[in-house]
């Protein structure tokens, strides 16, 4: 590692050790909500494997049966020219296409557990309350069910070992008279609990987008990972019993907008916003489910809320803004096939419902909405941006519009009067080719302002370790191949490695023996006639 690598990491480190530490005014507490989060660790199986379900050496087994008259064949010149195509296969075919899958066979093995590697090292490293892994845990929404099983089983029993799923009684509907999923600041067996529990999001690799969500993916989905759309509110008491009676009660403090602390986290199904859908009633479900939010969320003028939006998807953004550009593509017949974003009305859905932010300034709480921020993934690269509405503008002439996070922060855009604003942060993939990429939002309670702040940092992990990890199991592996491909072509060809060594290993020196021994015996004979014909001369 050079000098300016070594730099570069410790320099992360701080900043990423200054955010979990992040103290909650005077007291020198860590944040009491870290959450890991993770982006589209796409765990991939035997639809990536090239010669997948058939024998590696396929033109050499055929080359080998006709060289070895295993074959019907009306002559021998065709005879020859069969083994001829077959063995000149061997070579464009059989060794490329083993070789390539011999590599990503140990590619996924060695993904799992680099995957393993990060989520271990991560959660030991930054101690998270709470972990989330946004989306596209799998692959591909197309395998069938044994391959959707082996890879659920990896995922929970290698890359995230020790993780639990979320038990469904837990993973609420919104509801006006909802249960406390836990409190926060505290240590006991329920934080515990928490900080093993993966709060998993759905996305279009796991069950497909609006096009392809049939209810029977998303059952699988449900069944292995846990539901698809629910919310979680985690309280954070107010120790003090001053400040704690400053709070809103409808009865003894009707005057005050302060609410008690709570952090509310909702997990939002959004492959099928958009239309055409294949399952109109999926779609209404998810969207009675986003009704079902906006319905269950405090008035915007109180205080003391924080939304956190889980996601996979990011919401619209013009182009040039992240990696991805606005990009749809549909099945013949309808149905969305492939989404980068969501489009700009189903975005304004998230900014306008559940956030409650308005262009217009004469709205609830003059349009500044509710506090929170949105995290999603998807895109691989990863983008961090705020999305704002310009109050003073006319009104025909009032739209969202989106700026890198650094940018907006440089203009002073959040939190500016008369631009309601919400962060939006797409969070980088967890794979090797992004480095092991992890984000840390921390979220804390500020007591003067009644509102709760967070800031955000992602880390990177590398890849040395993964590529370590390949090249020796590569090696491993290339030896054990040779001398199983070895052993096969000598069965396929019909040879029997028992009969062999028995006829030119032992055979020949036990013929040597015997013949060695015939030879005394004639000898003795040959004595032993020679003795009697003596006596009987005598
Ligand atoms: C983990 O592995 C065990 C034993 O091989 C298996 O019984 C179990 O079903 C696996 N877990 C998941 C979630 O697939
Ligand atoms: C709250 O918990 C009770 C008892 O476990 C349960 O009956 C009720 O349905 C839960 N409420 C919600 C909104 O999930
Ligand atoms: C704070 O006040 C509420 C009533 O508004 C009460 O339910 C709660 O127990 C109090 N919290 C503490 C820590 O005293
Ligand atoms: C909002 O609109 C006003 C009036 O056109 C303009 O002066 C101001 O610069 C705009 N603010 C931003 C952040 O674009
Ligand atoms: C905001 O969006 C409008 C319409 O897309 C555009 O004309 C305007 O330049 C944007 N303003 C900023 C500050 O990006």
């Not at 909500?33 to 087994?61: K, M, S, V």
């Amino acid at each position: 590692m050079s000098p300016a690598a070594l730099l570069a990491l410790l320099r992360n480190a701080v900043r990423i050790l200054s955010v979990i530490s992040h103290v909650s005014g005077p007291t020198g507490i860590s944040a009491p909500f870290r959450l890991l989060a993770l982006g589209d660790p796409q765990l991939e199986g035997d639809t990536a494997i090239r010669n997948y379900g058939r024998p590696a050496f396929l033109h050499l087994e055929w080359a080998i049966r006709h060289l070895t008259f295993q074959t019907e064949q009306p002559s021998l010149r065709k005879r020859l020219r069969q083994v001829t195509h077959d063995l000149v296969d061997v070579f464009f075919d059989d060794i490329p296409d083993t070789l390539e899958s011999l590599r990503k066979h140990v590619d996924l093995f060695g993904n799992d557990f680099y995957l393993a590697h990060i989520y271990r090292t991560l959660r030991w490293w930054t101690k998270p309350t709470h972990v989330t892994v946004l989306g596209d845990l799998l692959g591909s929404q197309w395998i069938r069910d044994p391959e959707f099983n082996r890879r659920s089983s990896r995922f929970w029993n290698r890359s995230f070992k020790g993780a639990e799923r979320i038990p469904d009684e837990i993973a609420q509907y919104p509801a006006e008279d909802y249960n406390v999923s836990g409190i926060l600041g505290k240590e006991d067996s329920e934080a515990a609990l928490w900080q093993r529990r993966l709060i998993n999001v759905v996305g279009n690799h796991d069950v497909g987008y609006a096009g392809d969500l049939t209810p029977e993916r998303l059952e699988r989905f449900e069944l292995a990972f846990g539901k698809a759309s629910y919310e979680l509110r985690f309280e954070l008491p107010i120790e003090d019993p001053i400040v704690n009676a400053t709070v809103f009660d409808p009865e003894t403090n009707p005057e005050s907008n302060r609410l008690l602390p709570e952090l509310r986290i909702i997990n939002i199904n959004n492959m099928n916003l958009d239309t055409p859908a294949l399952d109109q009633s999926l779609q209404d479900s998810t969207y009675a489910f986003i009704n079902a939010v906006i319905h269950t969320s405090t008035a915007v003028e109180f205080k003391g809320h924080f939304t956190l939006v889980l996601t996979h998807m990011p919401l619209y953004k013009p182009e040039g803004v992240c990696v991805d550009s606005p990009f749809f593509d549909f099945h013949e017949g309808g149905g969305v096939k492939e989404q980068n974003q969501l489009s700009a009305d189903a975005s304004k859905g998230f900014l306008e419902g559940i956030y409650g932010l308005s262009g217009n300034d004469k709205a609830p709480a003059g349009g500044t909405g509710r506090r929170g921020v949105i995290l999603n993934g998807h895109d691989h690269e990863g983008c961090d941006t705020y999305h704002y509405i310009n109050q003073s503008l006319p009104s025909d002439e009032r739209q969202w519009n989106i700026s890198r996070w650094d940018a907006a922060r440089k203009d002073q855009l959040p939190g500016k009067p008369g631009l309601p604003g919400i962060r939006e942060i797409t969070v980088r993939s967890m794979m090797a080719d992004f480095d092991g990429n992890a984000g840390l939002l921390s979220i804390w309670f500020d007591q003067d302002s009644w509102e709760w702040k967070y800031e955000f940092a992602a880390c990177e992990l590398g890849r040395q370790y993964y590529w370590w990890f390949v090249h020796v199991f590569d090696i491993i592996l290339l030896i054990i191949l040779a001398a199983y491909g070895a052993l096969e072509i000598s069965i396929i060809s019909g040879f029997d490695a028992e009969k062999w060594i028995e006829a030119h290993v032992f055979a020949p020196s036990v013929n040597k023996a015997e013949a060695k021994a015939d030879a005394k015996i004639a000898e003795m004979k040959k004595a032993n006639e020679k003795t009697d014909s003596c006596i009987k001369e005598k």
